[in-house]
C-alpha cells in the first residue's frame, strides 16, 4: 500500500496541528526576547500571559504527544523538533521523555520475575526468626 502524499508526518495531517503551533510558539518567544525593552509595561503584562498560557500548553499538549506519537517518519526530523521544543520552553525534551516515561514505568506493576509456582515462592522465602 503506498504512503499518501503527507509522507513526512507520521500519523495524518493533522500532526501539522501540533506542529504549527510549536512553530508559532518558537516565533512568538523569539519575537518577546527581541522586542522585550521597547515594550512598556501595560503590553508586557498581557504578553506574559499569552507567554504563559501559551508555555504550558506547549509543555502538556506539544510536547507531550511528541514524547508518545513522534510527529515526523524520519528520525532527525524529530530530533530537530525535539531542539525546537526544548529551545522553546526552555528544558531538554529528553530529559523531559526520559522523566515522564520513568514516571509512567513506575506507575505499573512489574510483571518481569513473577512466577505462581510453588516450589518457586517457597524458594523465596526468607526463614523467620530464630526460636529461642
Known sequence: ???????????????????????AHFAFVIWLVTAFHS?????????ALVYAVS??????SISHNQIHNAYFTHR??????????????GFSQTL??????????????STRCRSTSAATTASRRTPGPIPS
Open 39 to 47: 515594550l512598556s509595561w501595560w503590553a508586557l503584562v498581557p504578553l
Open 96 to 109: 523531559y521523555r526520559d522523566i515522564h516515561n520513568r514516571r509512567a514505568r513506575m506507575a505499573k506493576p
Open 1 to 23: 500500500m503506498a504512503r499518501p502524499a503527507y509522507r513526512l508526518l507520521h500519523h495524518s495531517l493533522w500532526d501539522l496541528v501540533p506542529i504549527a503551533l510549536g512553530l
Open 55 to 60: 508555555l504550558s500548553w506547549s509543555i502538556n
Open 76 to 89: 532527525a526530523m524529530n530530533r530537530a523538533f525535539d531542539l525546537l521544543l526544548s529551545v522553546t520552553i
